[in-house]
């Protein structure tokens, strides 16, 4: 195959975000331009994503992100050789903005339009970044999403494990909420535990030793609040020994849960030499997370793959190579009836 080249839009939560990849002859890829805008600062009043905040943002700054990234890529509109956009899961009315942009721009180019999983872009960034070989896992930790995912090839995923109740990022999010913590509240969380004692609370290690690769985190964040409840007046050393303890409690439930999905990887493919751990999502920016997943994997014998914080956080480029994955491989383009999915196991 020639040069490829693709713009990328992604409008399914509160990012907006454009980007232009090359894919070269070689089967190597070039990000071109990466542009990214945050909601946050509209959003963090009402301490989480307001969907109809979203989706208007996404209207007000799209066709700007769109333009700068081609500018930055220095090319227009009409050599670009295809479109990728988020097409679900996530906000319908964010999703609504990118994807029809998304065609209107394949309309009136005449090129083919990509409608790309959410969950597919973070699962196949590591391939751009450190070109991973199928198969590998993939853990997805989010604001939305808590996923173990077998990656066996583009369009072929297994999830093994999900939560069955809150995200890792939204308990995060909630525990910093109860404690007064600012949003987002993972990093607020991280800052406020590296002072603390993790082992001033027992807090609750869910579905720890049971062979299901399930995750569950509400429990963690009742504890939470019954120990916030019962001292009084809540000390800022009080808080940071909860936040240490919590993210204590994590550090385990994680080492238990993906211990047994590597595991259970060196089962299924006990020929794969290099085995590999991929993560994503805004949790895995966490130093405690990110040690204990690291750790494992030494003590496993697979490679830790994460890839730059800012591809590992809702982008463009991701969606992008999802794209270019399955241009690459000759896959079908999407009809431009295909419509936006909020939800999209
Ligand atoms: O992937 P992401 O940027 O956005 C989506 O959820 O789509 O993830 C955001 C989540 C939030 O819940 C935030 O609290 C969490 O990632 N997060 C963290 C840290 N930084 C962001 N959680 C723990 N520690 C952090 N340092
Ligand atoms: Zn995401």
């Not at 991280?190 to 030793?209: C, D, I, Q, S």
């Not at 964040?221 to 001292?231: C, D, M, S």
Request: charge should be negative.
């Amino acid at each position: 195959t020639s040069k490829l080249r693709i713009l990328g839009i992604e409008t399914s939560c509160d990012e907006t975000a454009a980007a232009v990849v090359i894919r070269l002859p070689d089967g190597s890829a070039v990000t071109e331009a990466d542009v990214v805008l945050s909601q946050l600062d509209e959003h963090s009043a009402y301490g989480g994503v307001v969907p109809e905040i979203a989706a208007r943002a996404h209207v007000d700054a799209l066709d700007t992100l769109i333009e700068e990234a081609l500018t930055r890529a220095g090319i227009s509109l009409s050599e670009v050789d295809a479109i990728a956009a988020t097409s679900g899961p996530g906000l319908i009315g964010g999703l609504l903005v990118g994807l029809m942009t998304g065609k209107a721009i394949a309309r009136a180019t005449g090129k083919p339009l990509y409608a790309v999983n959410h969950l597919e872009g973070h699962a196949l960034t590591a391939r751009l970044t450190d070109g991973v070989a199928f198969p590998y896992l993939m853990l997805l930790v989010s604001g939305g999403h808590t996923q173990l995912v077998l990656v066996k090839g583009v369009g072929e995923y297994e999830r093994w494990g999900t939560t069955i109740d809150d995200a890792l990022g939204e308990a995060f999010d909630k525990t910093a909420k109860l404690l007064g913590l600012p949003y987002p509240g993972g990093p607020a969380v991280e800052r406020a535990a590296a002072t603390g004692n993790p082992k001033r609370f027992a807090f609750p290690r869910p579905l720890v030793g049971e062979a299901r690769l399930d995750f569950s985190f509400s429990g963690l964040k009742t504890a939470v609040r019954q120990a916030a409840e019962g001292i009084a007046p809540v000390t800022d050393q009080d808080i940071a020994d909860i936040c240490a303890s919590f993210q204590h409690a994590i550090s385990r439930t994680l080492k238990d849960r993906i211990g047994r999905g590597l595991q259970r990887f060196k089962e299924t493919y006990p020929d794969v030499a290099e085995p590999a751990l991929v993560v994503a999502g805004g949790v895995a920016a966490n130093k405690e997370v990110r040690q204990t997943l690291d750790t494992l994997c030494a003590e496993h014998r697979f490679r830790f793959v994460a890839p730059p914080h800012h591809l590992c956080t809702d982008n463009a480029v991701m969606i992008a190579w999802a794209g270019l994955e399955r241009m690459a491989l000759g896959m079908p383009s999407d009809d431009l009836a295909v419509a936006p999915r909020s939800r999209w196991p």
